[in-house]
């Protein structure tokens, strides 16, 4: 096997284990601030803010008839 192509075949998979290292802790960021909105919202008595973040396609409009 060529050196220069084994070299490029490293670099290529340091690159790649790289990006993929970054998404996971992107991905980890993203977890830790659902949990810590969670938390949050288990923590208030707001019964209306839990409902709503069940289900919050509900009560953004009404439909009416003239």
């Known amino acids: 096997?060529?050196?220069a192509l084994m070299s490029m075949a490293l670099s290529q998979g340091k690159v790649q284990q790289q990006a993929s290292m970054s998404v996971m802790k992107m991905a980890i960021?993203?977890?830790?601030?659902?949990e810590?909105?969670?938390?949050?919202?288990?923590?208030t008595n707001d019964?209306?803010?839990?409902?709503?973040?069940?289900q919050p396609h509900l009560g953004g409009s009404?439909?009416?008839k003239v």
């Open 1 to 3: 096997m060529d050196i």
């Open 29 to 34: 960021g993203n977890v830790e601030q659902q």
């Open 36 to 43: 810590e909105s969670i938390q949050k919202l288990m923590s």
């Open 47 to 54: 019964v209306a803010a839990i409902h709503h973040a069940a």
């Open 62 to 64: 009404i439909d009416l």
